[in-house]
């Protein structure tokens, strides 16, 4: 033993050095620690190789989202659809294309390519405004949204009202492309002028051709507000068809900016004055969010030429600049006003009245507030317009 050869006096110099009985109770107070020091080191090697491994994999989580909104940005894959009879490009990676693709085939069908069928005109002058407009089906439950809006054309024509059909946010053309169709059926030339100015109009453009409707529709890059200046158009990821020169995260925290771009804005009085129009105006506004901004610059235009109003109604937008219900008291007092779209959570497409007594308009508007989807779209219609209640009774029949 190792102990046994010692000098003793080198033996009291170790105890005096190290304050233990002997060497052996040094060694192993010495092993002992270097292993409760390597155990130690083992354990905080373990927790930074799960810190790195959560650090790799929320890393790789943000490469992948980076990599998703550049394909959408930049890239914007596209696909051509058959939807409800009409052809359109669609953005692949829009939340809109993922929720209309759910739709049973032939109602929609994806990656189409197109047949003769698809461009014969056979559709033209099919029509009998008369016999359509006393048999016109308003209340099947599979009603689509452009449907809706049939009975008030056919109302418009009969009644020898030669409008112009202003479109504000255009969207794919998914109201525009349905309405120049129904107007080739009886033969009509309605003009309808089209605004989005998003970088959806690229394709808004295309599907006006594709479904041979140029020349009923005009495509305009221009963004409808109060003001008569550039302003920045914001685009959401996933939600190209949601360009507005609001910042919609602000009510929906989980969206991601995508791209910004700037455009020419243009109060709609303005433009109808540019342009020299004269016509009565059915004018449709779907403006994501900006949608008090259009109204405040077509104030002239209300009851002066508006002899009928699609608005989109969406409370939290609105709420932001005035009572949501302000506005429909505003519009009651020339147009009687019609909810187009259920409540509940089927969210049929149908004509109900709204009383016009300020108590049931904010009723009316927590109800739209508090729905599934928290919106719905209103008609408002000129109280002068020629057999009026004819229509109303068609709408509610």
């Given at each position: 033993m190792v102990k046994q050869f010692l000098p003793t006096q080198l033996k009291k110099q170790l105890k005096k050095a190290f304050g233990i009985k002997g060497i052996h109770d040094r060694i192993n107070v010495l092993e002992y620690t270097l292993q409760q020091d390597q155990a130690l080191k083992i354990i905080e090697l373990n927790d930074k190789i799960n810190r790195l491994e959560n650090t790799l994999e929320q890393h790789q989580k943000e490469v992948t989202r980076l990599q998703e909104l550049y394909n959408y940005a930049v890239l914007k894959e596209v696909d051509l659809i058959r939807y409800y009879g009409s052809l359109y490009f669609w953005y692949t990676q829009d939340i809109s294309y993922q929720w209309i693709s759910r739709s049973p085939e032939p109602l929609v069908i994806k990656n189409y390519t197109p047949t003769a069928e698809d461009f014969n005109q056979s559709y033209i002058n099919t029509g009998d405004l008369l016999q359509d407009y006393n048999q016109l089906s308003l209340n099947h439950p599979n009603l689509h949204e452009y449907e809706l809006k049939y009975i008030l054309f056919l109302h418009l024509w009969l009644n020898n009202i030669d409008f112009v059909f202003i479109d504000i946010g255009a969207n794919y053309g998914n109201t525009a492309i349905p309405a120049a169709k129904f107007f080739k059926k009886y033969g009509q030339k309605n003009p309808i002028i089209s605004f989005e100015p998003g970088f959806v109009y690229e394709l808004f453009q295309v599907n006006t051709k594709i479904n041979q409707v140029s020349d009923i529709i005009q495509p305009e890059k221009i963004a409808i507000s109060d003001k008569n200046y550039p302003q920045v158009i914001k685009s959401m990821s996933e939600h190209s068809e949601c360009n507005s020169v609001q910042d919609l995260r602000q009510?929906?925290?989980?969206?991601?900016?995508?791209?910004?771009?700037?455009?020419?804005?243009?109060?709609?009085?303005?433009?109808?004055?540019?342009?020299?129009?004269?016509?009565?105006?059915?004018?449709?506004?779907?403006?994501?969010?900006?949608?008090?901004?259009?109204?405040?610059?077509?104030?002239?235009?209300?009851?002066?030429?508006?002899?009928?109003?699609?608005?989109?109604?969406?409370?939290?937008?609105?709420?932001?600049?005035?009572?949501?219900?302000?506005?429909?008291?505003?519009?009651?007092?020339?147009?009687?006003?019609?909810?187009?779209?259920?409540?509940?959570?089927?969210?049929?497409?149908?004509?109900?009245?709204?009383?016009?007594?300020?108590?049931?308009?904010?009723?009316?508007?927590?109800?739209?507030?508090?729905?599934?989807a928290g919106w719905t779209d209103i008609l408002a219609i000129s109280k002068s317009l020629p057999n009026l209640e004819k229509l109303i009774k068609r709408m509610m029949g």
């Open positions: 009510f929906y925290p989980e969206l991601q900016l995508a791209s910004c771009q700037v455009v020419e804005s243009i109060r709609l009085e303005d433009y109808i004055k540019q342009h020299q129009i004269t016509s009565p105006l059915l004018v449709k506004i779907d403006a994501e969010g900006s949608d008090f901004q259009v109204l405040e610059g077509m104030k002239s235009l209300l009851n002066n030429g508006v002899v009928m109003l699609i608005l989109e109604y969406d409370p939290k937008y609105l709420n932001r600049f005035i009572p949501s219900e302000k506005i429909l008291v505003n519009l009651s007092k020339d147009y009687l006003l019609f909810n187009m779209r259920t409540l509940d959570q089927n969210a049929r497409w149908q004509f109900s009245k709204i009383e016009d007594n300020i108590n049931s308009l904010k009723i009316f508007s927590q109800a739209v507030l508090k729905s599934p």
